[in-house]
């Protein structure tokens, strides 16, 4: 299973019925600090769950970093997180 695919199902797993998508930017990333040639290295998550209602913008960025900390602490070098809710546009 490569990084994409491990993201996608730890998140789906984490919030069960969200609308998730994860994108792949790394290579718009070739050559910056933290890059890897062989790419999966800089990621970009939409994320609209129920289970962010109530939550400010950190908090929901904190309960995805931490479903994801492995990732993190691997090779993720960098996370771009947009966490709503279904009635947030």
Same mark, same amino acid.
């Not at 933290?34 to 400010?56: D, N």
């Not at 929901?60 to 691997?74: A, F, I, K, N, Y």
């Given at each position: 299973?490569?990084? *994409? %695919?491990? !993201? %996608?199902? *730890?998140?789906? @797993? ?5 609308? !998730? ?6 290579? /718009?990333?070739?050559?910056? +600090?933290? +890059?890897?040639?062989?790419? %999966?290295?800089?990621?970009?998550? @939409?994320? /609209? @769950?129920? +289970?962010? +209602? ?8 904190? @309960? ?6 492995? %990732? ?8 771009? !997180? ?8």
């Amino acid at each position: 299973m490569n990084v *994409k %695919e491990t !993201i %996608e199902q *730890k998140l789906t @797993s984490a919030f069960p019925g969200a609308e !998730i998508e994860v994108f792949d930017e790394s290579h /718009k990333h070739a050559g910056h +600090a933290g +890059a890897r040639p062989e790419g %999966e290295t800089h990621f970009r998550v @939409s994320l /609209k @769950s129920a +289970a962010f +209602a109530g939550q400010p913008r950190l908090a929901r960025h904190r @309960s995805v970093m931490s479903v994801l900390q492995d %990732e993190l602490d691997g090779p993720v070098h960098a996370l771009a !997180i947009s966490a709503r809710t279904p009635e947030e546009t």
